[in-house]
């Protein structure tokens, strides 16, 4: 089992949800409004430094993974490498 924290701007939450749903994930957790610094610079929801971030905790079968990551880079593919996504995984233990 793997646990995937994805974090991405929230205009695309709907699609990366569905993409989840596409790909098999069993479920998640959503985080809104997130802000934070990173490679596509500030989001902190304000006029200076519009936007916000979402966060998504999906644990899921390690198989599942690659499908998840490569349905991601396509997103971001679509938006010219522009769209702020990032997916980190660590091994899961499910206790309940």
């Known amino acids: 089992m793997r646990l995937l924290f994805i974090v991405f701007e929230a205009s695309v ?4 949800v569905a993409m989840l749903e596409r790909c098999g994930a069993p479920g998640y957790t959503r985080f ?3 802000t934070g610094d ?3 610079g500030p ?3 304000t006029p200076v430094w519009p936007g916000l971030n ?3 905790l999906a644990g899921m079968p390690e198989e599942i993974v690659p499908m998840v990551v490569e349905s991601l880079q396509k997103l971001e593919d679509e938006r010219g490498g522009r769209l ?3 997916v980190f995984s660590v091994p899961a233990d499910e206790y309940l």
């Open 32 to 34: 809104a409004g997130a």
């Open 84 to 86: 702020a996504v990032k």
């Open 38 to 40: 990173g490679k596509h």
């Open 54 to 56: 979402n966060l998504i």
């Open 13 to 16: 939450e709907n699609r990366v």
């Open 43 to 45: 989001r902190e929801g």
